[in-house]
Each structure stands twice: as structure tokens, then as C-alpha cells.
């Protein structure tokens, strides 16, 4: 037994401080975050769980620390879902990710540069939208699809000049939009009152027609977006509904601005307001591939005017986007295509090529690992039932859990067995990195 007790060589708080890496650390992310890394290195140096050396414990607090100050980690999507909710939906283009770096600092985001006068705030932004669809004569951006869809539902039926109240709606739209949050819920949570018609698998327009009255405020067409019904259905075109006397509100979920080929059955901004939409809604970072934001568009006439009536209600400040998402979401529609619309249009030749490529190189550093042919799917953020032919890298299934660990993470799914890394939703140029994941897992298995 030694005389000296161990715990007192462990060593002193503020000579790690000091230590020139740690100190750097200590610029980049914060003195207190650095300051608990070392708390608890040295703790674990008390309990014998590392050497008290100065060095050992140094780098221990050096492990310890993120790249960033931030705890969240980057994630490789390997999972075939294009827009993956948990992973934050639609990763941004790098036009849209300088454009967050420059509005970052200070911009002038709602100043006029040439009076020195207040300007119009995130015009720019709304130019770009305008712009991408040519039919809406007014638009407004708010935080989400939701902000959107209740600013409608609080503007329109709640306290409008006329006294209605009711929002027209089919029981077979009344769609759970993910999180245990439900669409009728959050139109009631506003005050308006909903009423249901039809049945959930089957709506005429006689329905709507019998229903329209003096309290009501709004038609609302909601997308189901995230399921399907097949059988015997029916459902009512927006163009059928135009002329019962109250606005049609098309919420189309997944902010397609105008038709896609591969997705027949999505509903886009313009064709919506082609078909008589008086105001369509939809989030910015599904198919768009933009930042979290909700849009509004308003056709010409009625649909302008209630844009503008929506962007004055008092609850509008509360939902206003900040200058991050005015930057990003103008970049993501006036920059090159977002990585959404390149992994939606990918060709499966080339995906299959880049599968063989890197199976290729897997295998030849003794991995188990295949080229195969998969399927891809939009995900919860919109084309319920669409599969894209895609291409993925088959390994032996204990690989799944080691990628999620790993740095950067990677997030495949698991299928009869194998580890399936798809690459329909990874850009090309993140093919190296995926690689080197994979072998990083492999040469910690031979350690
Ligand atoms: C996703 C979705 C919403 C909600 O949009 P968020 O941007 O997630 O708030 C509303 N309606 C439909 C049809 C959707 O698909």
C-alpha cells in the first residue's frame, strides 16, 4: 500500500486549463463546457479509470469534446427516406448553407440600404417564391406547414368581420401529421369549429355543397401525405369546390412547386391555384429541400387579399420566420437544384454504378459487403406508397449499430438480415465518406 493517496496527484483543474490544447478547445466551445469535461476526466482519474498523469487526462478531456458546441453530431442518411423527419428533413443546399453563414452576422434583413430607412422585411424571399410560382400573386412564410395551416384557421375562422366560424373539411383528410399532432386538433386549438363530411373512405361534392352555409368560413383540402387509402374511394377536386361562395384552402403538405413526373399523385403549389385554390399552405423543408418553414401563396383577387389579412393578424409576429430561414429558404429556390430534388431525380444506372464502386472497394479491404438493388421511398414527408428504384451497400448486420456510433454517424436500416446502406438520399461526394465509416467499423472489429 502506498502512503500517498492517489487522489491528490491527480492533476489541478486550472493547470489543465492551461494546457495549450485545452485552451484552444476553451475559445472554440466555451470555458464551461471544457471546464465539465475536465471535472469529470478527473473524476474518472479518482476512481482509477485513468492514469492521473497530466497527459492522460489532457487527452481524455480531448476525446471528450465535440467538434462544435453543439451536442448534435452529423448523421450520413443511408435509410433510403429522402425527407427523414428525425434527421431534420431536407439537408440544405450549399447555396442556402453560405447563405445562413452571411445572415448569420448582421444583414439587412429589414433595412433599406439605399434610404437607410426601414425596408420590407424578408422581401427578398417572398420575391423568390413569387417568382418559383408564377400563378400566386401574394405569398407569406411563417415557421412551419402548421403555423401556416393555423394562421389560416385563426385569421379566417375566428373573429373575421362576418362572424364564421366553420371549417368545411372531408373525414377522410383528417390526418395525424406526425408526433402524435393532429390536424383537426390543431384547426379547433384555434377556436374555429370543423365541419366533418363524408366518410373516411368516400366525399362528393353534394357533401360539401349540403354543408357550405353562413357560418362557413373555409373549404380546407388537406394532402394525405403520409398514407393511403385504395379501394372503394372517392375524394373531391379543389376545381369542384370553387364556386360553393368561400375560399378553398389547399394544404398540399409537401411543398412540390409545380408537378413532378416521378410523383403523379403529389399536389403542387401551382397547379392548385390553377385549379381554383384560393390559398394554398405547405411546409419548406420537405420536397422544396428547404429550411423549416411554413408557406402561404394567395391566388389573384380574393387570395392576395387574404394573404395580406393573414400577414397582419396579431398572431403572425408569433410565427414570424427569422432572418436565417428568409436567407436559406430565397437561396434554396434562387440557387442550383437542393440535394431533395437531386436525390429525387437521381438515376438508378448511376446509383447502381456508385453501389458497385464502393462494394468494390469495401470487398477489396475484406469486407462483406455487396452491391445491391433497393428501394427508396420520399418518407412521411410526402408520396405516400411511391418507391424509387434505388441502390444499396449490403453488409452482415452487426455493422448497423457500430455506423450509428460512429463518426460521422451512419443511419441504414436493416433488412432479412443485412445492413443496408441506400444511397438514393447521400449525395455522390458523400460516397468517401461512407467508405471510410464502414472500414473505420471493420478495423475496430480486428482491434
Ligand atoms: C407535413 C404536413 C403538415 C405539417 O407541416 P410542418 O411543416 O411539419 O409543420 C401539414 N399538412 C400536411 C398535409 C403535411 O404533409
Known amino acids: 500500500m502506498t502512503t500517498v493517496d492517489p487522489r491528490r496527484r491527480v492533476p489541478r483543474t486550472d493547470a489543465v486549463l492551461a494546457e495549450p490544447r485545452i485552451a484552444a478547445a476553451a475559445e472554440r466551445l466555451g470555458r464551461a463546457l471544457v471546464k465539465s469535461a475536465v471535472t469529470a476526466a478527473q473524476d474518472r482519474a479518482r476512481r482509477g479509470e485513468l492514469p492521473v498523469e497530466q497527459e492522460a487526462v489532457v487527452s481524455a478531456v480531448l476525446d471528450s469534446l465535440p467538434t462544435t458546441a453543439t451536442g448534435l453530431r452529423p448523421v450520413l442518411n443511408a435509410t433510403g427516406v429522402l425527407l427523414h423527419t428525425n434527421l431534420g428533413r431536407a439537408p440544405l443546399s450549399a447555396a442556402a448553407r453560405a447563405a ?4 448569420a452576422g448582421t444583414c439587412d434583413v429589414e433595412l433599406d440600404l439605399a434610404t437607410g430607412g426601414r425596408g420590407p422585411r424578408g422581401a427578398a424571399a417572398i420575391d423568390a417564391l413569387l417568382a418559383a410560382v408564377p400563378g400566386a400573386a401574394a405569398a407569406h412564410l411563417v415557421n412551419n406547414g402548421a403555423a401556416a395551416l393555423a394562421l389560416v384557421a ?103 412547386l409545380a408537378p413532378h413526373p416521378l410523383l403523379p399523385d403529389e399536389p403542387d403549389a401551382a397547379s392548385s391555384l390553377a385549379r381554383g385554390a384560393t390559398l394554398v399552405t405547405a411546409s419548406g423543408d420537405k420536397l422544396l429541400g428547404g429550411p423549416q418553414a411554413g408557406l402561404l401563396l394567395g391566388a389573384p383577387g380574393e387570395g392576395a387579399q387574404l394573404v395580406q389579412r393573414i400577414r397582419r393578424h396579431p398572431l403572425a409576429r408569433a410565427m414570424r420566420v427569422d432572418k436565417l ?123
Open 100 to 103: 445562413l453563414d452571411l445572415a
Open 325 to 447: 430561414t428568409l436567407a436559406a429558404f430565397e437561396a434554396t429556390l434562387r440557387g442550383p437544384a437542393p440535394p431533395t430534388r437531386a436525390a429525387l431525380d437521381a438515376d438508378p444506372a448511376a446509383l447502381r454504378g456508385r453501389a458497385a464502386r464502393v462494394a468494390g472497394s469495401l470487398a477489396e479491404a475484406g469486407v462483406d459487403a455487396v452491391a445491391v438493388d433497393s428501394a427508396a421511398t420520399v418518407g412521411g414527408g410526402g408520396a405516400p406508397g411511391v418507391t424509387l428504384p434505388s441502390a444499396a451497400i449490403s453488409l452482415p448486420e452487426r455493422y448497423a449499430d457500430a455506423l450509428r456510433a460512429g463518426e460521422p454517424a451512419v443511419l441504414g436500416h436493416v433488412e432479412h438480415g443485412r445492413c443496408l446502406l441506400d444511397l438514393r438520399a447521400l449525395p455522390p461526394d458523400a460516397d468517401a465518406a461512407l467508405t471510410a465509416a464502414v472500414l473505420a467499423v471493420g478495423a475496430g472489429r480486428e482491434r
Open 154 to 256: 385563426v385569421t379566417l375562422a375566428t373573429g373575421g368581420p362576418d362572424g364564421r366560424r366553420e371549417i368545411v373539411i372531408a373525414r377522410g383528410e383528417l390526418v395525424e401529421i406526425g408526433d402524435g399532432f393532429r390536424i383537426p386538433e390543431l384547426l379547433t386549438a384555434t377556436g374555429a369549429r370543423l365541419r366533418e363530411v363524408g366518410t373516411t373512405n368516400r366525399v362528393s361534392r353534394a357533401d360539401y355543397a349540403a354543408s357550405v352555409g353562413p357560418e362557413t368560413a373555409l373549404i380546407l383540402k388537406v394532402h394525405p401525405s403520409n398514407f393511403v387509402i385504395s379501394g372503394f374511394t372517392r375524394s373531391v377536386e379543389i376545381e369542384e369546390l370553387t364556386d360553393l361562395g368561400v375560399p378553398v384552402v389547399a394544404d398540399i403538405g409537401s411543398g412540390l
